[in-house]
Nanobody, 124 residues
Framework: QVQLVESGGGLVQPGGSLRLACAAS???????????MGWYRQAPGKQRELVAD???????NYADFVKGRFIISRDVANNTVWLQMDSLKPDDTAVYYC???????????????WGQGTQVTVSS
């Protein structure tokens, strides 16, 4: 089992910035590797959608609606991922979830995991 803990959400005015962080840790076994880490978001009444993800080789993938505004980065050795969000819009308001794809612990157990979510509200 792998636990993901997010931080950095909050209230920001349109045009402002926030930086989200997510740290992954093994519950009873240390993490051996995580293929990809990413961020998804879910607004009220809408489906959860991919925002951005990054592989262990630092290959990134962004949703069209955040290109040029958000940057995802990752510390592979410390199993941490960040999302720098600039030029925020009211439409970016959502709960943002961290995701780990193909996380492997040292006993060679693997799975996909979600964080508990962090609220981002963009409003004047």
């Amino acid at each position: 089992q792998v636990q993901l803990v997010e931080s950095g959400g909050g209230l920001v005015q349109p045009g402002g910035s926030l930086r989200l962080a997510c740290a992954a840790s093994g519950v009873s076994r240390r993490i051996y590797s995580i293929y990809a880490m990413g961020w998804y978001r879910q607004a009220p009444g809408k489906q959860r959608e991919l925002v951005a993800d990054i592989t262990s080789n630092h290959v990134t993938n962004y949703a069209d609606f955040v290109k040029g505004r958000f940057i995802i980065s990752r510390d592979v050795a410390n199993n941490t991922v960040w999302l720098q969000m600039d030029s925020l819009k009211p439409d970016d308001t959502a709960v943002y979830y961290c995701h780990a794809l193909n996380a492997v612990t040292i006993d060679m157990t693997y799975g996909n995991y979600w964080g508990q979510g962090t609220q981002v509200t963009v409003s004047s």
